[in-house]
């Protein structure tokens, strides 16, 4: 059974850039859903981007958008989170997710949390000066 290992957090000023990575235990095919969510304190998890783990169909949260990458190594076993311009808001921890199940169509990042089998550990993402 896939286990999910993020690393990348840390912390950064308002404006820059930071990239969270997420590796697969086991071997993955390539029409597996993943996503990355978020959870501020005090607040619920909310989805940040998802898509297909081929890299292809990838959607965002419109509070991303432009600003958020996701992507897939060649290997087939990491994916990643692209971070620029950072906010304030942005900060919370990350969580990698991951399903066998794949997308219909376009995925929608605001799927709920169940919807995914196997999740990173999370990494906290602060943005201060």
């Known amino acids: 059974q896939a286990q999910l290992v993020e690393s990348g957090g840390g912390l950064v000023q308002p404006g820059g850039s930071l990239r969270l990575s997420c590796a697969a235990s086991?071997?993955?095919?390539?029409?597996?859903?993943i996503a990355w969510f978020r959870q501020a304190p005090g607040k619920e998890r909310e989805g940040v981007s998802c898509?297909?783990?081929?890299?292809?169909?990838?959607n965002y949260a419109d509070s991303v958008k432009g600003r958020f990458t996701l992507s897939v190594d060649g290997f087939g076993r990491t994916f990643y989170l692209q971070m620029k311009n950072l906010k304030p808001e942005d900060t919370a921890v990350y969580y990698c997710?991951?399903?066998?199940?794949?997308?219909?169509?376009?995925?929608?990042?605001?799927?709920?949390?169940?919807?995914?089998?196997?999740w990173g550990q999370g990494a906290q993402v602060t943005v201060s000066q």
């Open positions: 898509g297909n783990f081929d890299g292809t169909r990838s």
């Open positions: 997710a991951m399903d066998s199940m794949p997308f219909q169509g376009l995925c929608t990042a605001d799927a709920p949390p169940g919807r995914y089998q196997f």
């Open positions: 086991a071997p993955v095919l390539n029409y597996y859903a």
